[in-house]
T-cell receptor
Framework: AQSVTQLGSHVSVSEGALVLLRCNYS??????LFWYVQYPNQGLQLLLK??????LVKGINGFEAEFKKSETSFHLTKPSAHMSDAAEYFC??????????????FGKGMKLTVNP | DAGVTQSPTHLIKTRGQHVTLRCSPI?????VSWYQQVLGQGPQFIFQ???????GRGNFPDRFSARQFPNYSSELNVNALLLGDSALYLC?????????????FGQGTRLTVV
């Protein structure tokens, strides 16, 4: 079965500082990995995804993530935080359903606060 | 184009009651999935429907049921509501199933059970 671990629940950075959100996964098959962002009272928006190919994935809003198989990690980074980045971030891995279809298995999420 | 739309946006129910949540997928999308997001947690998979057939079910009790209609919209039904059913219920649609199919999420329905 697939699973995702996001250690901690809250990260606080200063505006302009590096954003680093950690995600480790467990998967018995080559993983498909995702980062989603959720703004208050909103649904989930896809930031970026890794399926196959290049291990450094670029997403929207200046975010990127690197797939490291040896470390089973898919950490999310952004060189310079902006106030508008304040939100909750979820790492997810594609899992299988009993019906042979797919589902997303999410981590517990990380709330990012950006201080002026 | 309209995104995934869910209704209602908020509702309050009493323990023991029944609730129906509705989801309209993006036009052309044939797959709908439902997720439950309890406060402070990540979303948990409940159901997936594709072409009106159930293709996956998460670890939820039989009080939870769903269906997909010929126009690909979907309903999630929860019977005998418990306080623990209070959550944000998210619907996601996709063109089809398959590992490369992107899921597009609606804004969710916030259910409060009192």
């Amino acid at each position: 079965a697939q699973s995702v671990t996001q250690l901690g629940s809250h990260v606080s950075v200063s505006e302009g500082a590096l954003v680093l959100l950690r995600c480790n996964y467990s998967s018995s098959v080559p993983p498909y990995l995702f980062w989603y962002v959720q703004y208050p009272n909103q649904g989930l928006q896809l930031l970026l995804k890794y399926t196959t190919g290049a291990t450094l994935v670029k997403g929207i809003n200046g975010f990127e993530a690197e797939f490291k198989k040896s470390e089973t990690s898919f950490h999310l980074t952004k060189p310079s935080a902006h106030m508008s980045d304040a939100a909750e971030y979820f790492c997810a891995v594609r899992g299988a359903t009993q019906g042979g279809s797919e589902k997303l298995v999410f981590g517990k999420g990380m709330k990012l606060t950006v201080n002026p | 184009d309209a995104g995934v739309t869910q209704s209602p946006t908020h509702l309050i129910k009493t323990r023991g009651q029944h609730v129906t949540l509705r989801c309209s997928p993006i036009s052309g999308h044939k797959s709908v999935s439902w997720y439950q997001q309890v406060l402070g947690q990540g979303p948990q998979f409940i159901f997936q429907y594709y072409e009106k057939e159930e293709r996956g079910r998460g670890n939820f009790p039989d009080r939870f049921s769903a269906r997909q209609f010929p126009n690909y919209s979907s309903e999630l039904n929860v019977n005998a509501l418990l306080l623990g059913d209070s959550a944000l219920y998210l619907c996601a649609s996709g063109l089809r199933t398959g590992p490369n199919t992107e899921a597009f999420f609606g804004q969710g329905t916030r259910l409060t059970v009192v």
